[in-house]
């Protein structure tokens, strides 16, 4: 991937999906996805049951597919774990770690979630960590101490060539599934501050791309890509219908042209 901070957009299908209407969706998002330009790039991350199918249907395309979670074991008896390279056994490029619904639901603390990061990158996956804040938190003043937090306990166990294969994606746990965007002030404000963090870890991880997460849909998408720390998104419900998850990767693509 280019370090000239190329533009990505990942779905995120949650726990959605079932075999034939997979089929549709995927076959339709490679379509659509050729005619983007090769600084646009495109990814799907399904859950672990549809990872074989997401390889079928993807291989050959420009799409990539990766998972939702990955364990922090490389192997053993850990029942319903999944290890990293089973993934990548799949041809997977991605693996979503700390999303804040398995901070929330799984109890997920920060050096769970870094080593869960150290494991997807020594198995060949790119590893797009999340973080966020609640409302509360918000409201509170604390974003930025809580996603320093976050951020701090992935880099820390991470040399400087690890940390710059890794992707950052903020989603604000406020604007998760509730159809609240944060403003793409609100938005590029935490980004920048997360740029500055990780250009404290190395000038190799000054450029590492940061997603914004949190209700993007096609109405919205161009204004919060055209911010200048803002590189794509991590796609949640858009992400389940092909025609508004184009339309957002379309959205990455007018920013880029309208920037050169």
Known sequence: MS????????????????????????????AGASALQNDVYVGVCVPFPYVGQAQALLSGSVVRWGVQDVSAH??????????????????ST?????????RAYHFEGPELIAEKARRALDAGLTPIVCVGETLEERD?????EVIATQLD?????????????????????WAIGTGQ???????????????????????????????YGGSVKPENAQELFGQQDIDGGLIGGASLKSKD???ICQAAQTVLQKAA
């Open 3 to 30: 370090r000239e901070r190329a533009k990505l957009v990942v779905g995120n299908w949650k726990m959605h999906g079932r075999i034939d209407v997979n089929a549709g969706l995927l076959t339709e998002v490679a």
């Open 74 to 91: 490389a192997h053993g008896a850990y029942t319903g774990e999944v290890a990293a390279d089973m993934a990548t056994d799949f041809g």
């Open 94 to 102: 991605y693996a979503i770690v700390g999303h804040s619904e398995r």
């Open 140 to 144: 509170e003043g604390l974003t930025q």
């Open 153 to 173: 306990a992935v880099l820390t166990v991470l040399t400087e060539e690890q940390a710059a294969r890794i992707v950052i994606a903020y989603e604000p746990v």
């Open 181 to 211: 965007s944060a403003t793409a002030a609100q938005a590029q404000e935490v980004h920048a501050f997360l740029r500055g963090k990780l250009a404290a870890k190395g000038a190799s991880v000054a450029n590492v791309l940061i997603l």
């Open 245 to 247: 998850f184009l339309a």
